[in-house]
């Protein structure tokens, strides 16, 4: 939408009204009013820890403060993390309580309830524009917290103040229009979310039912029979950015690039060391660099066994590779226990049919896998072009940057 189409839409909204920058401490303070720490449970005690990054509003306290008062915070009052404020922690209360000294708890003051909608005030702390404020304002580097002075002095905008009837209005069809679109991302992740879990589910369902074999149907060989088993070395150089070569070592995910590869294409791949990755299988198509912490299996005889059906025979027996797990310092799965682990051999035109069909349900999968973040990333954009477009009130020209 166009910056034309966007005036239009709010002076639509506005019909003709003036808008004032306001400071925030001009219309809200910081809690003045205290609790004692004896009257709060894990659902009204509020620290840093139990907000939620990203604006993700607030989970029950795991732990309750060691202090005797704490700042209270009642319904409406908006409570933002001090700590690290690019993790955007804000919450706008339901119900009282108290919190600790990192968490600011910002009220309306009364003065200003005839004018100033809690819920809007809230949209308007959630916005990137003011976590990015408060960031710039910070002090400290390793635990950068908020400035309190500063984060008062921050402009909000607030349609005809003078018109309370009128601007309380205003800020309520914004507040619905914005909630609306929230419940819609919601109900959007809802739904890919459980599509994937049925994609998955019937994806295992099939796995294992094609690789179970009855008694006899099949011969069984020792992985020392049927494949070469090797680790790598660490990668002449690894580089963050680029995308010539994936790293593969110890882990359940690419652990870098290399500028150079060890290891063919059509390759599977299992930590031979590390923490939490013993029992993860993984298949790399393409040629890639092979680390010093994880091993490589590579079929000796493609006409009596196909790699990629080994591949999805010990991706879906993950516990045959966790019960060769030695425990110590390093958890760590010895080559003389790997060879000996026994898998099934059918013919090889089997090998290849049961492949096909798990690829068609693999890919399925990782479509729909790939596919959520991307549509959530998609609707989670429109909902800030909104915001935006909602909140790009007209500005004074001294305040135009």
Not at 100 to 115: C, E, H
Not at 347 to 367: G, M, N, Y
Request: proline share 5%; aromatic share 10%; charged share 25%.
């Amino acid at each position: 939408m166009s910056s034309k189409s966007s005036i239009n839409f709010l002076d639509k909204l506005l019909d003709g009204v003036e808008v004032e920058w306001k400071a925030l401490g001009d219309v809200t303070e910081y809690s003045q009013t205290r609790v004692d720490a004896a009257e709060l449970d894990a659902t009204s005690f509020v620290g840093v820890d139990n907000l939620v990054a990203d604006k993700g509003g607030r989970v029950d306290a795991s732990y309750l403060p060691n202090t005797e008062r704490l700042t209270a915070y009642e319904p409406g009052d908006i409570l933002l993390g001090n700590i690290r404020p690019y993790l955007k922690k804000v919450w706008r209360a339901t119900n009282s309580g108290g919190c600790s000294g990192d968490v600011l708890a910002v009220r309306i003051q009364d003065k200003s309830k005839l004018f100033v909608d809690s819920r809007f005030l809230y949209y308007v702390l959630s916005s990137n524009k003011f976590f990015s404020y408060s960031m710039l304002h910070a002090k400290g580097a390793k635990m950068p917290r908020g400035d309190k002075s500063e984060i008062l002095n921050y402009l909000i905008p607030i349609p005809c103040p003078s018109n309370p009837k009128k601007s309380l209005e205003i800020q309520s069809e914004i507040v619905r229009i914005l909630d609306t679109f929230t419940e819609l991302t919601a109900e959007l992740t809802a739904e890919l979310t459980a599509e994937l879990t049925a994609r998955k589910k019937q994806y295992n369902y099939y796995r294992d039912k094609l690789l179970s074999f009855e008694e006899g149907e099949v011969e069984w060989k020792t992985l020392g029979a049927l494949v070469d088993i090797n680790t790598g070395s660490k990668p002449p150089e690894i580089l963050e950015n680029a995308t010539i070569f994936d790293y593969i070592n110890a882990g359940t995910s690419r652990s870098g690039y290399s500028a150079a590869s060890n290891c063919a294409g059509d390759t599977v791949t299992t930590p031979s060391r590390g923490q939490g990755g013993i029992g993860y299988v993984g298949y790399q198509r393409d040629p890639f660099w092979l680390g010093p912490l994880c091993y490589k299996l590579q079929s000796t005889n493609k006409a009596v066994l196909i790699n990629k059906y080994l591949f999805y025979f010990l991706q879906s027996r993950s516990e045959l590779l966790l019960g060769l797990k030695k425990e110590g310092g390093v958890p760590a799965v010895n080559k003389s226990d790997l060879i000996q682990l026994e898998v099934p051999v059918p013919l090889p035109e089997e090998q290849k049919r049961i492949v096909a069909i798990l690829d068609k349900f693999d890919a399925l999968t990782h479509s729909i896998t790939e596919g959520l973040p991307r549509e959530i990333a998609l609707r989670q954009k429109q909902y800030e072009y909104y915001r935006d477009l909602l909140f790009s009130f007209p500005r004074p020209e001294e305040m135009v940057s």
